[in-house]
């Protein structure tokens, strides 16, 4: 069966980094186009960055120049390096894979960033 693992969360100082990945299975890689969102506590679900199967990113306006997504075929993984990170950037993250009718969901990493 198809699987996202997330994994990189954790606490970190304002203006600190952190990498979330995402590690997919059971699935050809390369036909999905892959997103990740987060979730803050009482907020929607809002989408963060987002990279195509062919590698076009794109980027919520609160993370442009912070944050970069990358994906790597061999390793079935997708990336989010978060750099200078901020207090409002804590939130659950999560990755998507969606192709067509598909769409699977990771089970969240948590992200605390400390002012």
């Known amino acids: 069966q198809v699987q996202l693992v997330e994994s990189g969360g954790g606490l970190v100082q304002a203006g600190g980094s952190l990498r979330l990945s995402c590690v997919c299975s059971?699935?050809?890689?390369?036909?999905?186009?892959m997103d990740w969102y987060r979730q803050a506590p009482g907020k929607q679900r809002e989408l963060v960055a987002s990279?195509?199967?062919?590698?076009?990113?794109n980027y919520e306006d609160s993370v442009k120049g912070r944050f970069t997504i990358s994906r790597d075929a061999a390793k079935n993984t997708v990336y989010l390096q978060m750099n200078s990170l901020k207090p409002e950037d804590t939130a659950v993250y999560y990755c998507n894979a969606h192709w067509a009718a598909w769409s699977y969901w990771g089970q969240g990493t948590q992200v605390t960033v400390s002012s």
């Open positions: 990279i195509t199967r062919g590698g076009t990113t």
């Open positions: 059971g699935m050809n890689f390369r036909l999905y186009d």
